[in-house]
């Protein structure tokens, strides 16, 4: 039987623009009709047919509600669209990195290889009928689609007319490994569901030692705990850590991926990753046994990543610049030394220190990963991070969990390479203390103030540009704040302009820069389903080394006073304290 074409009649959805990584809604949005097959043809028409046609597309994500039938409705419109393969995960599930590893590692058995996907995540956002869904496309490099790309498909979705899609195409079967073939009118259309976890766990064998590891994994000394918050992450950690690595099966939490993430928000911080941070002796109502000796956790498509030690937190600003300090020693991938570093502008300059003592190129571009693909690559970057528990390198194109935890076990394990057997390990806390010692600390907070109302959140950062072409009327608001609190040398809209292809990206974020290389940054988030989330980065650094260490929201206390009295935050949204505190 040759399946059919038909062509739908359609009008436009307002609102169908990208954000920071892709298009996130609630659910109760994505499942009106028209509205997802609106935004894959959209995705087709600004591709153009040239690209389309004979693709071999990977379609899965974090398994959240709603991807199931999601899936089942690209696979169609794909068909329709003169694809040539569909590439499916086992039962949809793909982390956002086996995605890219997939694009750029798979081959598949006729020798075929991926040029794009569809990402279906909402991230580290909730999901369930009353939450969120996301849809994300990705080029052949692995890496998110660039601005010019979501840009003109943002403009194919406002006068879009016509939809393609299979409709009498069986549904295909995602639980069970294989390839069901297809004839369409154009010839053969291909649907390969396999493995979600073997081209990756491959991909990380051939960047660690996995030998190191699991010595240090199997030392009695060195217990171990990951918590995948019910997301997708759990489809890996048991082939990894368990399988692979030899961790106990109990060191493994909430590993098994969950539509709803068992009712939690997937999003690994200290505020969310709530039974984690009990374990880890960092809640407020810890258990009564010694905690693991290191913990991670992941978001819902484990791209993120959160580090722990022993009653001991890593902000993501310091896991970066550390792992890049020690990657050539501790990671074999990186041996021959890296090509270049790179931060998102509001993540802590933990990193530039790092790279101005170890003389490596250093780029500081927007929020958002796909900034970091040219760079990689034009050969200009191997480790990059984003203060958002986002962390990563040059063997794919998208932040990595896993990876970014393998990393922070390679350097234990090297640090203790001779030492498993002595009295005491090399912590992840003196890991950290030992490279504030050398390098000096940036203390660093973020501040979400998460669905404020939009007109409200705009008027704020409308407020703050004009407030920004006087530094003295700034500083006279600093001073009345705090008078122990340096001067605004510089203030400013972050503007990047993309070294590799000259590409401009303006207005990424409103800075406020000190004499003393204080800063404070305002944004508004590009990833949120609903209302605005208004982002505040505040950052100090210290080499004073008696004043390292200290608690860092009493260190930076003064600058938060500055930062709300500056941005009038309780007037103009009605808040009086953050939603969430990182
Ligand atoms: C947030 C983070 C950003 C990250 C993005 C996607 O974006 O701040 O650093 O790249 O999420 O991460 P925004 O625009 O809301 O601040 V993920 O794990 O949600 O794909
Ligand atoms: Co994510």
Known sequence: ?????????????????????????????????????????????????????????????????????????????????????????????????????????????????????????????????????GIKYNMENGGPAPEAITDKIFETTKTITEYLIADDLPNVDISATGVSSFQGPEGQFDVDVFDSAIDYVKLMKSIFDFELISKLLSSPKFTFCYDALHGVAGAYANRIFVEELGAQESSLLNCVPKEDFGGGHPDPNLTYAKELVARMGLGKSNSEVEPPEFGAAADGDADRNMILGKRFFVTPSDSVAIIAANAVDAIPYFSSGLKGVARSMPTSAALDVVAKHLNLKFFEVPTGWKFFGNLMDAGLCSVCGEESFGTGSDHIREKDGIWAVLAWLSILAYKNKDNLNGNKLVTVEDIVRQHWASYGQHYYTRYDYENVDAGAAK???????????????????????????????????????????????????????????SRLVFRLSGTGSEGATIRLYIEQYEKDSSKIGRDSQEALAPLVEVALKLSKMQEFTGRSAPTVIT
């Open 1 to 133: 039987m040759v399946f059919k074409v038909s062509k739908v009649p359609t009008t436009p959805f307002d609102g169908q623009k990208p954000g920071t990584s892709g298009l996130r809604k609630k659910v109760k949005v994505f499942i009106q009709p028209h509205y997802l097959q609106n935004f894959v043809q959209s995705t087709f028409n600004a591709l153009t047919s040239e690209k389309v046609r004979g693709a071999t597309l990977v379609v899965s994500g974090d398994g959240r509600y709603y991807s199931k039938d999601a899936i089942q409705i690209i696979i169609k419109i794909s068909a329709a669209n003169g694809v040539r393969r569909v590439w499916v995960g086992q039962n949809g599930l793909l982390s956002t990195p086996a995605v890219s590893a997939v694009i750029r590692e798979r081959v598949g058995a006729d020798g075929s290889k991926a040029t794009g996907a569809f990402i279906l995540t909402a991230s580290h956002n909730p999901g369930g009928p009353n939450e969120d869904f």
């Open 459 to 517: 008027d704020l950062m409308a407020y703050l540009v004009k407030l920004q072409s006087s530094l003295d009327e700034i500083n006279t608001i600093v001073k009345g704040a705090r008078s122990d609190v340096s001067n605004v040398v510089n203030a400013d809209e972050f503007e990047y302009k993309d070294p590799v292809d000259g590409s401009i990206s303006k207005h990424q974020g409103i800075r406020f820069l000190f004499e003393d290389g």
